[in-house]
């Protein structure tokens, strides 16, 4: 297995070697200084005692970064969980992350685009268009992003209007059937006002095929429009103003990959390979999108900036997903005395479907004072405040034992005051301090429509609510040294903290709106070295961390107030997070440069003594029964590895430029490889849920004017053709006991050859 992998590796590096040759001896070039706005100003990134990845405008179109998972092929500290739907993605840092079905629960990794932080992880999982900068900030970030960013942060950054004209056309097509699209256009529209608007519209097949109705699933149709105003009104003044609109629609439907009689319809052949599932109706989720920006820079005096940003956002997502898994009719998938014990009210349909509609909305408010009084002392403080509120109308049907009729409104008001300084207190040694005070408010309004009877005997609809609030106190302290050839050493201290939050999901009751999940709170250590060589064309950051987490948010089991058992949301326990991180670039010549990072993380939970068991777990792999809270059979799962988190993952990444003898263009290739460990996808230790160890490669070459206005790029994604699985779930009970394992595909898991033309004028 080592070999192959290394064998693998030999061929993508060697797949670009006879163009580097012919690159032939010359000088290397110095490595740009990247700045980045990981502490809310323009900053070098060797200079700040932060572990952030960056992607900048060249490593973005180097790498052909068009979306959020492509973000994971060069920050291998992070990782991502897709879903059915976009709202039970999961984003997790250094093997962190929030997995939840509840509409009031944050992520433990915040996103944040041009200043403002996104109410939901799934308003993320759209098209990366027209951006600057993307920065990758890893441990918790509490201090000046707010009270979900326990593990860490994704920063990302639009492009600025110009003040001349400019403009670009991009179209492209791959052999999946992939078709897009996107046009800028920017310049001035006065002395005082530059404008930028880009639009992008992408439409991809399906890969899954449903064989009932003949639909290709696990496509995507998406289409959106950016505009941004920059008015520099007088010296000291200057406003932006951003209104950005995006939809989506798609589908991520699993496909059985083992299954006993009976499990498989007609034509599904289960395997790893499956590309087929029989569906009576076809699982697909819309979402639209909308936020609006308005930012003021106010220069007080040459050291004084005075910043106010003000946003409104909101997300949408309508889904439906056929929740049974086949095709067969009630009546034939149970027997008679079953059927009318599963479908008492005579509700009919023939089969278990769920919709699902969500409404979220935020408005924003953010003050700071930036200041620079000297070269030794340098300062930020602020006012925060977030008002918003997510409501989900949810319905599933018909079946008894997943029959649910509900809808709830979660909403919560934040206000925090917020500072960081940083003061040299010796020669060319600094620290920095930082504290946040955040207070929150939250409530809940929920109505379960089948009341008490829960279907079987109905009753009128019940009303459950509830409010609660909550003060949290997060800081930061760091001491930093730079020594004489600019390499800077540090050690930071951290803390986070994400809010309490209440499960609102199937079964809630007036004592979940009575006692909401505690918060989670996380305390980190750093230390780190990052600079460049003496001839700056080798850069090179590396940290080492250890991070703990207490009243990790999970599913775990308790008693309700009545001492009924239940697995729900709750504070579960402790987990560890530790590691190294590096990350280098080498200008090796004029025409080449190779970028490579690397984490090594071992997450573990600390403690949870009382967690679900899994589907089929026996009392030989360490099912406790009848032994958890009201007699539910439980597991400890404490020394335990934390899911999908990889001990290994690295990247390496290639690009070569030469110009051509006698013409006036230049040719180029590039090529990146990652690779990363065995997981386990299952937070409870399923065995069946784990994905072997797998490396992906992607190449591509092409050809650029020396203007930098024609390019023409040929591609493969997924050169080995990798099939790996973004998770598996074991659904045998709801077949009375047969096997029936399935699997979620991922774009990325087949390979796929495209082209990309643009034009920039």
Same mark, same amino acid.
């Given at each position: 297995?080592?070999?192959?992998?290394?064998?693998?590796?030999?061929?993508?590096?060697?797949?670009?070697?006879?163009?580097?040759?012919? %690159?032939?001896?010359?000088?290397?070039?110095?490595?740009?200084?990247?700045?980045?706005?990981?502490?809310?100003?323009?900053?070098?990134?060797?200079? #700040?005692?932060? %572990?952030?990845?960056?992607?900048?405008?060249?490593?973005?179109?180097?790498?052909?970064?068009?979306?959020?998972?492509?973000?994971?092929?060069?920050?291998?500290?992070?990782?991502?969980?897709?879903?059915?739907?976009?709202?039970?993605?999961?984003?997790?840092?250094?093997?962190?992350?929030?997995?939840?079905?509840?509409?009031?629960?944050?992520?433990?990794?915040?996103?944040?685009?041009?200043?403002?932080?996104?109410?939901?992880?799934?308003?993320?999982?759209?098209?990366?268009?027209? #951006?600057?900068?993307?920065?990758?900030?890893?441990?918790?970030?509490?201090?000046?992003?707010?009270?979900?960013?326990?593990?860490?942060?994704?920063?990302?950054?639009?492009?600025?209007?110009?003040?001349?004209?400019?403009?670009?056309?991009?179209?492209?097509?791959?052999?999946?059937?992939?078709?897009?699209?996107?046009?800028?256009?920017?310049?001035?529209?006065?002395?005082?006002?530059?404008?930028?608007?880009?639009?992008?519209?992408?439409?991809?097949?399906?890969?899954?095929?449903?064989?009932?109705?003949?639909?290709?699933?696990?496509?995507?149709?998406?289409?959106?429009?950016?505009?941004?105003?920059?008015?520099?009104?007088?010296?000291?003044?200057?406003?932006?103003?951003?209104?950005?609109?995006?939809?989506?629609?798609?589908?991520?439907?699993?496909?059985?990959?083992?299954?006993?009689?009976?499990?498989?319809?007609?034509?599904?052949? %289960?395997?790893?390979?499956?590309?087929?599932?029989?569906?009576?109706?076809?699982?697909?989720?819309?979402?639209?999108?909308?936020?609006?920006?308005?930012?003021?820079?106010?220069?007080?005096?040459?050291?004084?900036?005075?910043?106010?940003?003000?946003?409104?956002?909101?997300?949408?997502?309508?889904?439906?997903?056929?929740?049974?898994?086949?095709?067969?009719?009630?009546?034939?998938?149970?027997?008679?005395?079953?059927?009318?014990?599963?479908?008492?009210?005579?509700?009919?349909?023939?089969?278990?479907?769920?919709?699902?509609?969500?409404? +979220?909305?935020?408005?924003?408010?953010?003050?700071?004072?930036?200041?620079?009084?000297?070269?030794?002392?340098?300062?930020?403080?602020?006012?925060?405040?977030?008002?918003?509120?997510?409501?989900?109308?949810?319905?599933?049907?018909?079946?008894?034992?997943?029959?649910?009729?509900?809808?709830?409104?979660?909403?919560?008001?934040? &206000?925090?005051? =917020?500072?960081?300084?940083?003061?040299?207190?010796?020669?060319?040694?600094? #620290?920095?301090?930082?504290?946040?005070?955040?207070?929150?408010?939250?409530?809940?309004?929920?109505?379960?429509?089948?009341?008490?009877?829960?279907?079987?005997?109905?009753?009128?609809?019940?009303?459950?609510?509830?409010?609660?609030?909550?003060?949290?106190?997060?800081?930061?302290?760091?001491?930093?040294?730079?020594?004489?050839?600019?390499?800077?050493?540090?050690?930071?201290?951290?803390?986070?903290?994400?809010?309490?939050?209440?499960?609102?999901?199937?079964?809630?009751?007036?004592?979940?709106?009575?006692?909401?999940?505690?918060?989670? &709170?996380?305390?980190?250590?750093?230390?780190?070295?990052?600079?460049?060589?003496?001839?700056?064309?080798?850069?090179?950051?590396?940290?080492?961390?250890?991070?703990?987490?207490?009243?990790?948010?999970?599913?775990?089991?308790?008693?309700?107030?009545?001492?009924?058992?239940?697995?729900?949301?709750?504070?579960?326990?402790?987990?560890?997070?530790?590691?190294?991180?590096?990350?280098?670039?080498?200008?090796?010549?004029?025409?080449?440069? #190779?970028?490579?990072?690397?984490?090594?993380?071992?997450?573990?939970?600390?403690?949870?003594?009382?967690?679900?068991?899994?589907?089929?777990?026996?009392?030989?792999?360490?099912?406790?029964?009848?032994?958890?809270?009201?007699?539910?059979?439980?597991?400890?799962?404490?020394?335990?590895?934390?899911?999908?988190?990889?001990?290994?993952?690295?990247?390496?990444?290639?690009?070569?430029?030469?110009?051509?003898?006698?013409?006036? =263009?230049?040719?180029?290739?590039?090529?990146?490889?990652?690779?990363?460990?065995?997981?386990? =996808?299952?937070?409870?230790?399923?065995?069946?849920?784990?994905?072997? +160890?797998?490396?992906?490669?992607?190449?591509?070459?092409?050809?650029?004017?020396?203007?930098?206005?024609?390019?023409?790029?040929?591609? %493969?994604?997924?050169?080995?053709?990798?099939?790996?699985?973004?998770?598996?779930?074991?659904?045998?009970?709801?077949?009375?006991?047969?096997?029936?394992?399935?699997?979620?595909?991922?774009?990325?898991?087949?390979?796929?050859?495209?082209?990309?033309?643009?034009?920039?004028?």
């Amino acid at each position: 297995m080592m070999t192959l992998h290394k064998n693998k590796l030999t061929l993508l590096a060697i797949s670009i070697a006879a163009g580097i040759a012919s %690159a032939g001896q010359v000088s290397a070039q110095e490595l740009e200084v990247i700045e980045v706005k990981a502490q809310k100003r323009a900053q070098a990134q060797q200079d #700040i005692p932060v %572990a952030v990845s960056v992607l900048g405008e060249n490593a973005l179109e180097r790498l052909d970064v068009k979306n959020f998972d492509d973000v994971t092929r060069v920050s291998p500290s992070l990782t991502v969980e897709h879903g059915g739907e976009p709202q039970v993605n999961t984003i997790r840092m250094r093997g962190v992350g929030t997995a939840a079905y509840s509409i009031a629960v944050e992520s433990s990794v915040a996103v944040v685009v041009d200043e403002v932080p996104l109410m939901m992880a799934a308003q993320a999982f759209n098209n990366l268009s027209d #951006i600057q900068q993307v920065e990758v900030l890893r441990g918790p970030q509490g201090t000046l992003f707010g009270k979900n960013a326990s593990a860490g942060v994704v920063n990302v950054l639009t492009k600025a209007a110009s003040s001349d004209f400019e403009g670009r056309i991009e179209l492209g097509a791959t052999s999946d059937n992939e078709r897009k699209g996107q046009i800028m256009l920017s310049g001035p529209m006065s002395d005082d006002v530059n404008y930028r608007i880009n639009g992008y519209y992408k439409d991809r097949e399906g890969y899954i095929t449903n064989l009932t109705t003949g639909s290709k699933l696990n496509g995507e149709e998406s289409y959106g429009v950016r505009g941004k105003l920059q008015w520099y009104a007088s010296d000291n003044l200057d406003a932006t103003l951003i209104y950005d609109v995006s939809h989506q629609t798609g589908s991520n439907v699993p496909v059985w990959v083992e299954t006993g009689n009976g499990v498989a319809g007609e034509g599904e052949i %289960a395997s790893e390979d499956n590309l087929t599932v029989r569906r009576d109706t076809d699982n697909e989720y819309e979402t639209d999108q909308t936020l609006a920006v308005a930012k003021f820079n106010y220069l007080l005096s040459d050291s004084l900036v005075l910043t106010s940003v003000s946003s409104f956002q909101q997300f949408e997502q309508v889904s439906v997903s056929d929740e049974d898994l086949t095709d067969v009719p009630l009546e034939e998938a149970f027997p008679p005395f079953l059927l009318g014990r599963f479908d008492p009210l005579g509700l009919g349909g023939p089969q278990v479907v769920q919709d699902a509609y969500i409404d +979220a909305e935020a408005f924003t408010q953010e003050i700071r004072l930036t200041g620079t009084p000297s070269e030794s002392l340098e300062f930020i403080l602020g006012l925060f405040y977030s008002d918003q509120s997510v409501f989900r109308d949810f319905d599933r049907k018909p079946l008894l034992f997943v029959l649910n009729k509900w809808e709830a409104e979660a909403e919560s008001t934040s &206000t925090a005051l =917020f500072g960081q300084g940083s003061v040299e207190i010796a020669s060319d040694t600094f #620290i920095d301090v930082g504290l946040r005070l955040n207070h929150e408010k939250i409530s809940v309004d929920f109505t379960d429509y089948y009341g008490n009877g829960f279907a079987l005997n109905p009753t009128e609809p019940v009303r459950y609510q509830g409010d609660d609030s909550q003060n949290a106190v997060t800081g930061k302290v760091s001491l930093r040294h730079f020594l004489q050839n600019g390499t800077m050493v540090y050690g930071a201290v951290s803390t986070g903290y994400k809010g309490q939050a209440y499960d609102v999901a199937s079964g809630f009751t007036q004592y979940d709106a009575d006692s909401p999940v505690g918060e989670e &709170t996380s305390v980190s250590y750093e230390i780190g070295i990052k600079g460049f060589t003496d001839s700056r064309n080798f850069s090179y950051d590396i940290v080492a961390f250890l991070t703990n987490f207490d009243d990790y948010q999970a599913q775990g089991a308790r008693t309700d107030e009545n001492g009924t058992p239940i697995f729900a949301l709750n504070n579960v326990g402790e987990l560890q997070t530790k590691g190294i991180e590096a990350e280098f670039s080498y200008q090796a010549t004029d025409a080449l440069r #190779i970028d490579a990072s690397v984490a090594y993380t071992r997450a573990t939970i600390e403690s949870f003594v009382n967690a679900p068991c899994y589907g089929g777990q026996t009392e030989d792999t360490g099912c406790m029964v009848g032994a958890g809270p009201g007699g539910l059979n439980v597991q400890d799962l404490s020394g335990n590895d934390l899911n999908n988190s990889p001990d290994l993952k690295y990247n390496l990444a290639m690009y070569w430029e030469q110009p051509a003898d006698s013409f006036d =263009f230049s040719w180029f290739a590039q090529a990146n490889y990652q690779w990363q460990d065995d997981v386990s =996808f299952d937070l409870y230790g399923d065995p069946l849920n784990k994905q072997d +160890a797998y490396g992906i490669g992607n190449l591509g070459f092409g050809i650029v004017d020396n203007q930098d206005k024609y390019k023409i790029t040929v591609f %493969a994604n997924n050169l080995f053709d990798e099939h790996y699985s973004m998770g598996y779930s074991n659904f045998e009970e709801r077949f009375q006991g047969e096997t029936a394992l399935s699997k979620r595909w991922s774009r990325g898991a087949l390979r796929y050859v495209g082209v990309n033309v643009s034009y920039q004028f």
